[in-house]
């Protein structure tokens, strides 16, 4: 079993964790490459975390295109739930 988690800043920063890389693309998406590829597709979750003063109620985050190399997490705030930058955690697990 294979296991890849951590902590990333809205920022697009790795502050905790193991297995991955992450480059934020633009506000609010990021990409993670696993640094050992799954052998087939992992189970993803991601939840927006609080590092400072940003949570909101409205805030949101959805786990996209996942695949056994990495995947994208795109975060939401605002009451027009629009991309903005947030802290999130992430946690994979497959084989």
Do not use: H
């Not at 890849?4 to 480059?23: E, H, L, P, R």
């Not at 003063?53 to 997490?73: M, S």
Request: a negative charge.
């Amino acid at each position: 079993m294979q296991q890849v988690y951590g902590i990333v800043s809205a920022a697009g920063d790795k502050q905790d964790g193991s297995g991955f890389t992450v480059k934020k693309n633009d506000t609010g998406i990021y990409q993670l490459t696993w640094n050992t590829s799954f052998k087939s597709v992992p189970g993803v979750a991601a939840t927006i975390v609080r590092l400072s003063n940003q949570w909101i109620p409205n805030d949101g985050i959805n786990v996209a295109n996942v695949t056994n190399e990495g995947c994208a997490v795109y975060t939401m705030g605002s009451p027009k739930n629009e991309y903005q930058d947030r802290d999130f955690s992430i946690i994979a697990i497959g084989e």
